[in-house]
């Protein structure tokens, strides 16, 4: 694929990246998916807006999708929407695929991606597997919106008398000085998701000042990822290999919880070695445009058109 024009796509909840060889200045950013409308039609907005601001057209589509499901994945119908703008072909991924092809790239490991959301995929010699990213309501253990909630309860409990006092009530209280009334305000609000991860970064400045709350939120936070790190390589591995681990997202920027998260993973055994990551998830998206098609990552892509 290597000869055609490729324009990739990261799009994820807090944001979209995207790259092509004519955004030689630098990866073009947009706003993030808005889960609640149809996700094709925004990623065929923001190809549009793409060609028109490059003045470039793309042959090929590559994108990286964050809550990517077989209901949303189909690459035909992003064809069809795309197609007048000259787009000849679409590879569609979950952004676990992405995500692993920037850190790890073509290799053996697990990557798990924690910004709003979180996801964990672990890939084998034959086989992949993916661990959570199953959503607010149902999932995302160690997330920027676990985290954030987390918070909320721990305010709302020291407000009640239930809980010990934190000085995360100082950040929600600047939000909502009515602490009695922000249940209503948070539920009102369409943007409520990401209002609530919001509160990652408060939980880990409060946890690199000390605060006890703060800490145990973050160490709790910390098990809940590596657990699911654990769970992932233990469906793929075949022999005794050392697995390389990468940790990725704005929820590991908060030293405590990356530092608790670590000693999670390692303690007792030496078969997982955290390292660093090669590179980021829009460098995934590329890479996955010249992926062998029998890689076992290949193999969860959805495509239409030419590739």
Known sequence: MSEQRVLGIDAGQSGIKVRTAASA????????????????????????ETVERTGSPADVVVAGISGLTDGNADADAMLELTAHLGVRGVVLAHDSTTSFLG?????????????????????GAETTARVDGWGWIMGDAGSGY?????????????YDGRGPTTELTAAVSARWPDLSQAYMSLQADPDRVRLVASFAAVVARAAADGDAVAQDISGRAAHELAQSVRAAIAQVRTDEETFAVCALGGVFGSAPLHEAFAADLHAGDDSVRLVEPLGV???????????????????????????
Do not use: C
């Open 25 to 48: 200045a630098g990866d073009l950013v947009y706003p993030g998916i808005r889960t609640g409308e149809p996700l094709l039609p925004q990623l065929a907005a923001v190809v549009a």
């Open 103 to 123: 850190a790890l790239g073509a290799r053996s490991g697990a990557v798990v991606a924690a910004g709003t959301g979180v996801v964990t995929l672990a890939v």
């Open 146 to 158: 676990w985290i954030g909630r987390a918070a909320l309860d721990a305010v709302m409990r020291a």
């Open 281 to 307: 998830g829009i460098d995934g998206v590329m890479t996955l445009a010249d992926l062998d098609d029998t890689h076992p990552l290949a193999l969860a892509t959805h495509r239409a058109g030419v590739i």
